[in-house]
């Protein structure tokens, strides 16, 4: 989460075995937040309260990581991943940076898969306060990629520019090349020369102007990449250890 150092946040209640691991030299560290410390001096202070319920409730496990994932960025400041992004270009250059998913006239759409916030960020300030004043535990994605929208275009309305959110949107092509609709098919083979031609293309144009690359899991879980895809191709590209697990 901090520009310096890589840490992988749980709740504690799962047991990770660092034996299934290999040994490698990557400085990563499995950290278990305290949510009382993380969540002090921001609106979402109460969440630490009603732990033992809020645990209880069905959707917990995504709600937490959102919440944790908010307030560590507010807290520390740095550069969240979902553990589906492959980082195509150093990311030192980002600053109060989200990316957009979708681009329409009537307003677009983000996603929090790619997050880099300086601390005490306004932008994540907002979302804090939107978390506590419309928080649903029965709602998936309310809490999450839409909460960040919901801030981004209510506050767009007072102010076009966003200027006092101190936040860079990014084009959807640089975090996100290849959006969720489509991305099941670039884990197939091309099967025809028009279609590697655009393929090819396309590969060409993620290397020269994305900064990460999105598998979409969500989505592409129960996939594996056929030899010679798309996917299969930025894989063996730039990740270490990926191809080695399919």
């Not at 950290?31 to 645990?55: K, M, Q």
């Amino acid at each position: 989460m901090i520009y310096q150092e890589k840490v992988v946040f749980t709740d504690g209640v799962y047991y990770i075995c660092t034996t299934e691991y290999p040994p490698i030299k990557h400085k990563v560290a499995v950290a278990v937040p305290n949510l009382d410390e993380l969540l002090e001096g921001t609106p979402t202070h109460i969440f630490a309260s009603v732990w033992y319920e809020w645990r209880k409730t069905v959707n917990y496990p995504l709600h937490y990581s959102e919440l944790v994932r908010l307030a560590a960025l507010y807290r520390y400041g740095g550069i969240y991943l979902d553990s589906d992004i492959i980082v195509l270009k150093p990311l030192k250059s980002l600053r109060n940076s989200i990316g957009t998913v979708k681009e329409v006239s009537r307003g677009s759409s983000f996603s929090g898969a790619v997050l880099a916030f300086e601390k005490q960020s306004p932008f994540l300030l907002e979302c804090l306060k939107e978390w506590y004043s419309t928080y649903d535990d029965t709602l998936m994605q309310w809490n999450g990629a839409e909460l960040m929208t919901r801030v981004i275009r209510n506050h767009s309305d007072s102010d076009p520019n966003r200027e006092h959110l101190e936040i860079q949107l990014e084009p959807s092509f640089t975090f996100y090349p290849i959006n969720s609709t489509d991305i099941n098919r670039y884990f197939s083979e091309p099967n025809s020369t028009a279609e590697r031609a655009q393929h090819d293309a396309l590969f060409s144009r993620i290397l020269n102007y994305s900064t990460t690359f999105h598998f979409w899991n969500s989505i592409t879980s129960s996939l594996v990449p056929e030899s010679n895809s798309l996917v299969e191709r930025i894989l063996n590209h730039y990740c270490l250890h990926c191809l080695d697990v399919l």
